[in-house]
């Protein structure tokens, strides 16, 4: 499968762009040994604001991940046939993501080998322990039921019942992956942008928002390339969980402010001012949540009524307007705005540096990598399963035949064609046998 994917059915163009990602990568590798030799001062991380864009980043794509891998609900718990050819897609995203979100934690805790701190020193009150089990857990998970449903599609059979246990284990998973991350914030008294019971849902509702929204224009993207179809209802389908999982995420934003603001506690008013509106003129953040803000009228106007939704054109704007305004939300504002003010009651500015950057640049290119070397099996196993070409049976199409694990035999399910009548044979009156008297 391998072979066939890599040395038989990639062009020029596709590994011009392997190659472009190996560069960001090399360039972000080397920024991040920078930071390793002269320290954290290289960044825009602070006494004060200990956590920056790298922590950012590590929650947002913690959604992603878990929002990924939702898609496979329907599939696997409730059969829904049409969300088959876009569940391994789902799989490999939380494989990409997960992998981006690890090595967030593996840049900003200052060394890999400090990784290993969290186990060697266990302490279960710390919810930074359960997130070190839960997340390499989820990316064992989906590396085994991703690669497992691959091959027997690549094959032609049914995957094993096994993998669907792992599959069915890898969504409770998922929930926990992104409700022990709020827990991780939520149980910060001091930080009152952080303090409050709603984190988890909200959470949750913003990863069943951007996890679909991204695998439709990944879908998309595919099909543009590739001419990989995921099908019209699945499409559908995903762009109707998007926007009600986005809708419920806006609720609960809502209701933040209104608590904030309604109440009238100062310590909650804070986080919200200074990023919407400036607080004692640092001001830095306000142009950026005034984009956020469009983000979200665009995505409403754009997913929220069904004609608008269920075109391509406007789904596509609407899913980019979606995915936007969370990263702006989740990865780029939430932790800072959080940690703005010190305990003194003071707003400390973040403002990231270039060696930050290109280290985030470089954690991007490794996921785009994954991700795209993942998604290069999936179109050709898809590819090869529609157009019908068996590896071992050239002859066979894979839509036409479904293992029999029974009698070990492959079955045709496709409905035969009524055979058409034989054609009595043309006689030749010149050739013809004179009739027997």
């Known amino acids: 499968m391998i072979e066939k994917t890599f040395v038989k059915r ?43 864009l790298y922590i950012g980043h590590l929650t947002f794509f913690v959604g992603v991940a878990a929002g990924g891998v939702m898609i496979g609900l329907p599939y696997y718990f409730h059969d829904a046939k049409a ?56 990316l064992i998970l989906n590396i085994i039921v991703g690669y497992q449903v691959l091959q027997a599609e690549n094959k032609g059979l049914h995957y094993k019942k096994w993998v669907k246990v792992l599959a069915m284990i890898s969504v409770p998973v998922a929930f926990s992956i992104h409700i022990v991350t709020a827990f991780l914030y939520s149980g910060l008294p001091s930080r009152h942008y952080f303090l409050t019971a709603v984190l ?21 993207l595919l099909k543009k390339l590739t001419g990989f179809d995921a099908g019209e209802k699945a499409i559908k389908m995903l762009s109707t969980t998007a926007i009600y999982a986005y809708i419920a995420t806006m609720i609960m934003m809502a209701g933040e402010f209104f608590t904030a603001y309604y109440s009238g506690v100062p310590a909650h008013q804070v986080a919200l001012t200074y990023l919407f509106a400036g607080y004692h003129g640092h001001d830095e953040f306000v142009p950026l949540m005034m984009f956020f803000v469009v983000c979200v009228v665009v995505t409403l106007v754009l997913l929220l009524p069904t ?5 391509k054109p406007t789904m596509i704007v609407g899913c980019i307007a979606l995915f936007l305004s969370m990263y702006i939300e989740k990865g780029l504002t939430f932790v800072i705005g959080g940690l703005s003010e010190n305990p003194f009651g003071e707003i400390v500015d973040y403002i990231p540096g270039k060696i930050e950057i290109m280290v985030i640049i470089g ?18 196993v898809k590819y ?17 035949y479904r293992l029999n694990e029974e009698a070990g035999t492959y079955v045709d399910t496709r409905p035969q064609p009524e055979p058409e009548p034989e054609e009595a044979p043309a006689e030749d009156d010149a050739e013809a046998e004179p009739a027997k008297a």
Do not use: H
């Open 83 to 138: 969300y088959g050819r876009i569940t391994v897609i789902g799989e490999f995203l939380a494989i990409a993501a997960i992998i981006m979100a690890l090595l967030f934690v593996v840049v900003d805790v200052g060394g890999p080998t400090k990784l290993f701190n969290v186990y060697i020193y266990w302490t279960p009150k710390s919810m930074l322990c359960w997130d070190s089990v839960v997340l390499p857990t989820y």
């Open 200 to 220: 988890p849902a909200k959470f949750l509702a913003s990863a069943f928002a951007t996890g679909p929204a991204l695998i439709i224009l990944i879908c998309f």
């Open 307 to 311: 004609k608008f939704r269920y075109n």
């Open 10 to 52: 990639s062009g020029p163009k596709y590994w011009a762009w392997i190659l472009f990602l190996v560069a960001l990568i090399v360039i972000g590798f080397a920024a991040y040994i920078y930071q390793m030799t002269v320290g954290f001062q290289v960044t825009g991380m602070s006494r004060d604001i200990s956590w920056g």
């Open 384 to 400: 090869d399963n529609d157009e019908g070409a068996f590896p071992d049976k050239p002859d066979r199409t894979r839509l036409a």
């Open 363 to 380: 954690i991007f290119a490794i996921g785009l990598l994954i991700l795209s070397l993942l998604l290069k099996m999936v179109t050709v």
